[in-house]
T-cell receptor
């Protein structure tokens, strides 16, 4: 089944403890991105990647890192999480940058205390 | 900077009604517009994708239209059902630049009452 998977789905952590949220797609998509969703603010793009080893900042990249070493995986790294990073995170992918539907993962609900 | 607005923020209708959800965008230089459905606590499910050269797309009881010149898109749902209850999001993909970024509206929360 074609899908975008994320792990973990739920995570509660403490300020400053490094964490990684994994994202994987099995559709051979070139374009992948991370979003966060917050009440009243909607979905905002954190980082995106147009292909392996090609990543760039979205609208709200502060406090996050990403890497794209393989086409199928696009992990989101929070090196020193803070409470303002408590949010619902979504990974998404599409076949290419333009003209194609974007598919979303199921989301990761992160709470930083 | 692209801004996407969805009105109304919430809508409650009785089962069986036809309804229209609205999406407006400020920058008409878009590559395409996509409608999504989001169930509580869940991810986004793509419903319809309209390319900038198209006027509408249909899937089952759903019909989405696009008017680039006026910066508007609508999602028409025919014969609504309680299972249609969800938040509906529209997203405009920017044309040009290096990102072709998707800009999302904040969504319309639809409740279909049995």
């Amino acid at each position: 089944e074609a899908q975008v998977t994320q792990n973990p789905r739920y995570l509660i952590t403490v300020t400053g403890k490094k964490l990684t949220v994994t994202c994987s797609q099995n559709m051979n998509h070139e374009y992948m991105s991370w979003y966060r969703q917050d009440p009243g603010l909607g979905l905002r793009q954190i980082y995106y990647s147009m292909n392996v080893e090609v990543t760039d900042k979205g609208d709200v990249p502060e406090g996050y890192k990403v890497s794209r070493k393989e086409k199928r995986n696009f992990p989101l790294i929070l090196e020193s999480p803070s409470p303002n990073q408590t949010s619902l995170y979504f990974c998404a992918s599409s076949l290419a940058l333009r003209g194609y539907e974007q598919y979303f993962g199921p989301g990761t609900r992160l709470t930083v205390t | 900077k692209q801004e996407v607005t969805q009105i109304p923020a919430a809508l409650s209708v009785p089962e069986g009604e036809n309804l229209v959800l609205n999406c407006s965008f400020t920058d008409s230089a878009i590559y395409n517009l996509q409608w999504f459905r989001q169930d509580p606590g869940k991810g986004l499910t793509s419903l319809l994708l309209i390319q900038s050269s198209q006027r509408e797309q249909t899937s089952g009881r759903l019909n989405a239209s696009l008017d680039k010149s006026s910066g508007r898109s609508t999602l028409y749902i025919a014969a609504s059902q309680p299972g249609d209850s969800a938040t509906y999001l529209c997203a405009a993909r920017k044309s040009g630049g290096s990102n072709y970024k998707l800009t999302f509206g904040k969504g319309t929360l639809l409740t279909v009452n049995p």
